[in-house]
């Protein structure tokens, strides 16, 4: 197989693109370094292109080297024909090699193989070739012999029955039609163990669709309540459908002698040892489908959620919410630094409303509080009442958001949180999370395991290396689009950037509190482990605020500072004008972009990105993104009505649809087909998480707390 071929085909790309894209991910470079500096090689192919195309790679380098480990086992079998080294070699998919490899494959010992110990696979190749005129059992009778066990005629005619249909079970090309006709023409059917048990699984008591409807959020619904034992599931194949095309296909003569007991072992062949591995299959091929499209979903949430802007230059009070134990309060100055802690108790049990509301103000008026940030947890409902009353009552102008929480708990009890805020207590951690995650999104959730985010559906039943693997990505992606300032960044942040190890993170910190802070970017060299390889990876991501190279604030790479003073100098600017006020005016000044870059001698996409560095040094793409909602007042569930319209955040996007923050408690759904008057395909090509989006009330149902929502707002 021509693998540059594969991949220039399956991802529309030119071949050259794949070419260079395969060879710089072979060198060792990191999939944001290929994506931001090395475009002229790829055409400028996107993070999302490269991660692709890096995952098919990985996949048809494993195929070629299955097809190998295959070839070579049956070759040592002295079984490979031409014929079957040509379908191995062609093969397309690890299943397609595994079916051909099948009957080659070292097995426990079946009735098949006993039959053979039997001396009867003579007496299966005479029913086969179905030539003899005589009657089955007189066929039979030579191969009666009771020193091998075979006692009677019925006992022969059993065995090479056997050796029929694991013949029939063996062949790749039957069992490619029989599993592609039942995914074409199957139905999976769900029935309940037990009707009577409550469960979220009730829709599925007595659900049937067919195999080629299944949507994932379904496939994968199904499979957890078939493995929490509230589900029983089964695929129903066009069996008759089935038999019929497998005995046209291998009896000849319907009214032969040798028809009744062909066709009797190619039914026990389906049913027996066929059926039960293409359902195995089926089920298995669903899954991973439903799988990979579910954290596809859960990283372009991931991605929109890590890629909120920032709200920058204000003290924000981090509330994380609770009954029993109180509402843990951080306040967080604008870099992000812990002013004050404080634990309030005005819910229940307690109900100390005024005395929470007094030191609420009191920490307002101290440290010119401007922001809330409230986790939408246990007890937010309530703790957002006590807000929305305080911020009526008060003269200063304060605003609050409702901020997901999720994986907060997860951080405040991790090393790293211990290791943050050696001080504090979990509560205290959480709310100073709380608060942070609203000043610099990216910064703060970086230090969560990106599963514990909670922005994706049924994550924990996923193939978990492969969610990480893809989560993993999402993260280092937008940590890198977004680059961070090399003396401020955490080790978090540090860790995901291009070429950075976890171990070369802790370098990295280590030196600066040595040292102090860095003043340029070749003075990364000087930190352990991080030597020319992981430089050219990671020097262009990181920013020095003040330093000796206004370059080193941008995003340009080093490996282009040369030709950035050039460029500088033509244009008749100084370095030191960079950032400054009046600032670097180059594309108005720039006639004919081909011909500078070939007096610069680099190429025109590298140029056209210098210039973009130079114009808007440290510009954050996350600033082209919806802002949050900033609310004064709450809503409660009982005041909706139905035709209301009202502004939404998106807070999760699934299958069917999505969850919109409309300022209550419990977040409404819109469904997909409530979305937008043309056919969609996906909720994600209309929303994204963070979308602040107008939509309509449908329907409210208080006691189940369910909200119907529209964006066809009339």
Same mark, same amino acid.
């Given at each position: 197989? %021509?693998?540059? /071929?594969?991949?220039?085909?399956?991802?529309?790309?030119?071949?050259?693109?794949?070419?260079?894209?395969?060879?710089?991910?072979?060198?060792?470079?990191?999939?944001?370094?290929?994506?931001?500096?090395?475009?002229?090689?790829?055409?400028?192919?996107?993070?999302?292109?490269?991660? /692709?195309?890096?995952?098919?790679? +990985?996949?048809?380098?494993?195929?070629?080297?299955?097809?190998? +480990?295959?070839?070579?086992?049956?070759?040592?079998?002295?079984?490979?024909?031409?014929?079957?080294?040509?379908?191995?070699?062609?093969?397309?998919?690890?299943?397609?090699?595994?079916?051909?490899?099948?009957?080659?494959?070292?097995?426990?010992?079946?009735?098949?193989?006993? #039959?053979?110990?039997?001396?009867?696979?003579?007496?299966?190749?005479?029913?086969?070739?179905?030539?003899?005129?005589?009657?089955?059992?007189?066929?039979?009778?030579?191969?009666?012999?009771?020193?091998?066990?075979?006692?009677?005629?019925?006992?022969?005619?059993?065995?090479?029955?056997?050796?029929?249909?694991?013949?029939?079970? %063996?062949?790749?090309?039957?069992?490619?039609?029989?599993?592609? &006709?039942?995914?074409?023409?199957? &139905?999976?059917?769900?029935?309940?163990?037990?009707?009577?048990?409550?469960?979220?699984?009730?829709?599925?008591?007595?659900?049937?669709?067919?195999?080629?409807?299944?949507?994932?959020?379904?496939?994968?619904?199904?499979?957890?309540?078939?493995?929490?034992?509230?589900?029983?599931?089964?695929?129903?194949?066009?069996?008759?459908?089935?038999? +019929?095309?497998?005995?046209?296909?291998?009896?000849?003569?319907?009214? @032969?002698?040798?028809?009744?007991?062909?066709? /009797?072992?190619?039914?026990?062949?389906?049913?027996?040892?066929?059926?039960?591995?293409?359902?195995?299959?089926?089920?298995?091929?669903?899954?991973?489908?439903?799988?990979?499209?579910?954290?596809?979903?859960?990283?372009? /949430?991931?991605?929109?959620?890590?890629?909120?802007?920032?709200?920058?230059?204000?003290?924000?009070?981090? &509330?994380?919410?609770?009954?029993?134990?109180?509402?843990?309060?951080?306040?967080?100055?604008?870099?992000?630094?812990?002013?004050?802690?404080?634990?309030?108790?005005?819910?229940?049990?307690?109900?100390?409303?005024?005395?929470?509301?007094?030191?609420?103000?009191?920490?307002?008026?101290?440290?010119?509080?401007?922001?809330?940030?409230?986790?939408?947890?246990?007890?937010?409902?309530?703790?957002?009442?006590?807000?929305?009353?305080?911020?009526?009552?008060?003269?200063?102008?304060?605003?609050?958001?409702?901020?997901?929480? #999720?994986?907060?708990?997860?951080?405040?009890?991790?090393?790293?949180?211990?290791?943050?805020?050696?001080?504090?207590?979990?509560?205290?951690?959480?709310?100073?999370?709380?608060?942070?995650?609203?000043?610099?999104?990216? #910064?703060?959730?970086?230090?969560?395991?990106?599963?514990?985010?909670?922005?994706?559906?049924?994550?924990? %039943?996923?193939?978990?290396?492969?969610?990480?693997?893809?989560?993993?990505?999402?993260?280092?992606?937008?940590?890198?689009?977004?680059?961070?300032?090399?003396?401020?960044?955490?080790?978090?942040?540090?860790?995901?950037?291009?070429?950075?190890?976890?171990?070369?993170?802790?370098?990295?910190?280590?030196?600066?509190?040595?040292?102090?802070?860095?003043?340029?970017?070749?003075?990364?060299?000087?930190?352990?482990?991080?030597?020319?390889?992981?430089?050219?990876?990671?020097?262009?991501?990181?920013?020095?605020?003040?330093?000796?190279?206004?370059?080193?604030?941008?995003?340009?790479?080093?490996?282009?500072?040369?030709?950035?003073?050039?460029?500088?100098?033509?244009? @008749?600017? +100084?370095?030191?004008?960079?950032?400054?006020?009046?600032?670097?005016?180059?594309?108005?000044?720039?006639?004919?972009?081909?011909?500078?870059?070939?007096?610069?001698?680099?190429?025109?996409?590298?140029?056209?990105?210098?210039?973009?560095?130079?114009?808007?040094?440290?510009?954050?793409?996350?600033?082209?993104?919806?802002?949050?909602?900033?609310?004064?007042?709450?809503?409660?569930?009982?005041?909706?009505?139905?035709?209301?319209?009202?502004?939404?955040?998106?807070?999760?996007?699934? %299958?069917?649809?999505?969850?919109?923050?409309?300022?209550?408690?419990?977040?409404?759904?819109?469904?997909?087909?409530?979305?937008?008057?043309?056919?969609?395909?996906?909720?994600?090509?209309?929303?994204?998480?963070?979308?602040?989006?107008?939509?309509?009330?449908?329907?409210?149902?208080?006691?189940?707390?369910?909200?119907?929502?529209?964006?066809?707002?009339?």
């Amino acid at each position: 197989m %021509d693998i540059i /071929n594969q991949l220039a085909n399956e991802l529309q790309i030119r071949k050259e693109q794949a070419k260079a894209a395969v060879q710089l991910i072979d060198e060792g470079n990191t999939i944001p370094f290929i994506a931001r500096y090395r475009k002229e090689a790829t055409g400028a192919l996107s993070d999302e292109v490269l991660r /692709n195309l890096h995952e098919r790679l +990985q996949y048809l380098r494993n195929l070629e080297e299955k097809k190998e +480990q295959v070839i070579q086992t049956i070759e040592e079998q002295g079984k490979l024909t031409p014929e079957l080294r040509k379908k191995i070699t062609e093969a397309v998919t690890l299943v397609a090699v595994d079916d051909l490899y099948r009957p080659f494959r070292p097995k426990k010992r079946t009735r098949a193989m006993i #039959a053979k110990e039997k001396g009867l696979e003579p007496l299966a190749d005479l029913i086969l070739l179905q030539k003899t005129k005589r009657s089955i059992e007189e066929e039979a009778v030579p191969y009666v012999d009771a020193d091998k066990g075979v006692e009677t005629v019925r006992d022969a005619i059993a065995g090479a029955s056997d050796i029929i249909a694991e013949q029939v079970a %063996d062949r790749s090309d039957y069992r490619k039609s029989i599993r592609d &006709w039942t995914m074409k023409e199957g &139905w999976l059917s769900v029935k309940a163990k037990d009707e009577k048990a409550e469960s979220v699984y009730e829709m599925y008591y007595d659900f049937r669709e067919p195999l080629s409807r299944m949507t994932g959020y379904r496939v994968l619904a199904v499979n957890r309540g078939e493995k929490e034992k509230y589900l029983n599931v089964k695929v129903e194949a066009p069996e008759p459908q089935i038999l +019929q095309a497998l005995c046209r296909t291998m009896i000849r003569d319907e009214e @032969g002698p040798m028809a009744a007991v062909l066709k /009797n072992a190619i039914v026990d062949g389906y049913h027996r040892l066929i059926a039960p591995a293409i359902e195995r299959d089926i089920r298995n091929e669903l899954t991973e489908k439903a799988q990979s499209g579910a954290i596809t979903v859960f990283g372009k /949430n991931l991605k929109q959620l890590l890629m909120q802007p920032p709200i920058k230059g204000q003290t924000v009070l981090g &509330w994380d919410p609770a009954f029993r134990t109180g509402c843990k309060l951080a306040v967080v100055d604008a870099t992000g630094k812990v002013l004050d802690t404080v634990v309030v108790y005005p819910t229940a049990p307690q109900f100390k409303v005024e005395e929470a509301k007094k030191t609420v103000h009191d920490l307002i008026k101290k440290y010119h509080i401007t922001l809330i940030s409230v986790g939408n947890g246990t007890a937010s409902r309530e703790s957002e009442q006590v807000i929305t009353e305080l911020l009526k009552e008060i003269p200063e102008k304060v605003s609050y958001v409702i901020v997901n929480e #999720a994986g907060a708990s997860v951080y405040s009890a991790s090393k790293l949180a211990t290791e943050e805020f050696p001080e504090f207590d979990v509560g205290q951690r959480s709310a100073a999370s709380i608060a942070r995650r609203l000043q610099d999104p990216l #910064a703060e959730l970086v230090k969560i395991e990106p599963k514990a985010i909670g922005v994706g559906q049924y994550q924990h %039943d996923m193939n978990q290396k492969k969610l990480e693997e893809t989560l993993h990505g999402v993260v280092e992606d937008c940590v890198n689009k977004v680059g961070v300032d090399l003396n401020t960044a955490s080790f978090s942040l540090l860790s995901y950037i291009s070429g950075i190890s976890k171990t070369v993170a802790k370098n990295i910190v280590a030196y600066r509190e040595a040292n102090g802070s860095f003043h340029s970017r070749e003075e990364l060299k000087n930190v352990p482990k991080l030597g020319p390889k992981a430089f050219l990876q990671c020097a262009g991501f990181l920013r020095i605020s003040g330093g000796e190279n206004p370059l080193d604030n941008t995003g340009v790479h080093p490996e282009s500072y040369g030709a950035a003073d050039k460029l500088l100098s033509r244009m @008749g600017y +100084q370095k030191e004008q960079i950032g400054a006020e009046g600032g670097c005016h180059l594309k108005k000044q720039i006639k004919d972009i081909n011909a500078l870059a070939r007096e610069l001698d680099i190429g025109v996409l590298t140029l056209q990105d210098i210039v973009d560095e130079l114009e808007k040094p440290g510009r954050d793409p996350r600033n082209d993104m919806p802002k949050p909602i900033l609310r004064t007042d709450v809503l409660e569930m009982k005041d909706l009505k139905e035709g209301m319209v009202l502004k939404g955040t998106v807070r999760n996007v699934i %299958d069917f649809g999505a969850f919109v923050d409309i300022g209550v408690h419990q977040d409404g759904l819109v469904h997909i087909s409530q979305m937008s008057d043309k056919y969609i395909k996906h909720p994600l090509e209309v929303v994204s998480v963070g979308d602040v989006i107008d939509v309509q009330v449908m329907s409210v149902d208080v006691k189940k707390k369910r909200i119907q929502l529209t964006m066809k707002v009339k």
